[in-house]
């Protein structure tokens, strides 16, 4: 599905560069559930930015889908993005002016959907994850793992291959943690692919595979074998 040949990313503040990936080799293939760990400063969220194709590399081949992406102007990546790739951040990102279900119909609003269609597929991911009995109710009327259970309802909603989480429990108790930690095993479970960025080494064990990066570069990459 993925493949990064070479990719590095440099920062540029001033006249102090920070080289943010460093020569990153990868290939994640369809299905997987990849968690990406390493200490702050290592490259994590910047790796995740580049495969959701939300940053561009410097240096470097990116394959998605047998096609090298690398050099595509914006316009050519948001459509590649569009329906494709998902994603779920760490502060939700949810828009305060608009109630559950209109943040997550949001993510539709830009796909070729009749509303009654759009309607059915918001009102079933919001059943499936427990929040519709919240539909109505404002982003700040939420307890944190609602709201994350929002974000994702929100990520899902185009129905995409490829599922990037940055951090997706870093804001939350180890109860709600640990709930959307089982969201995204089964989410993975039921063929989308799955990479999350995460500090917690009990979080990544999940993962049926672990990249640690360190100064921007990989460290090591551990699979696992499926229980």
Known sequence: MIKLVGISRVHQAGEVQTTALDRIDLDIKEGEYV?????????????????????V??????????????????AKLNRLRSGRIGFIFQNFNLIEELSVYENVELALE???????????????????????????????????????????ARALAAAPAMLLADEPTGNLDSAHGDEVMQLL????????????VSHSPEYAA??????????????????RKAA
């Open 110 to 152: 830009y796909t070729d959907s009749p509303p009654r269609e759009r309607r059915e597929r918001v009102e079933a991911l919001l059943g499936r994850l427990g929040i519709a009995h919240r539909a109505g109710h404002r982003p700040s009327q939420l307890s944190g793992g609602q709201q994350q259970r929002v974000a994702i």
């Open 35 to 55: 968690a990406i760990t390493g200490p702050s400063g290592c490259g994590k969220s910047t790796l995740l930015n580049v495969l959701g194709l939300l940053d």
């Open 206 to 223: 999940q993962a049926g595979r672990t990249v640690h990066l360190r100064d921007g570069r990989v460290v090591s990459d551990e699979r």
């Open 57 to 74: 590399p410097d240096n470097g081949e990116y394959w998605f889908d047998g096609q090298n992406v690398a050099g595509w102007s914006e």
């Open 185 to 196: 095993k089964n989410i993975n479970a039921e063929g989308t692919t799955v990479v999350m």
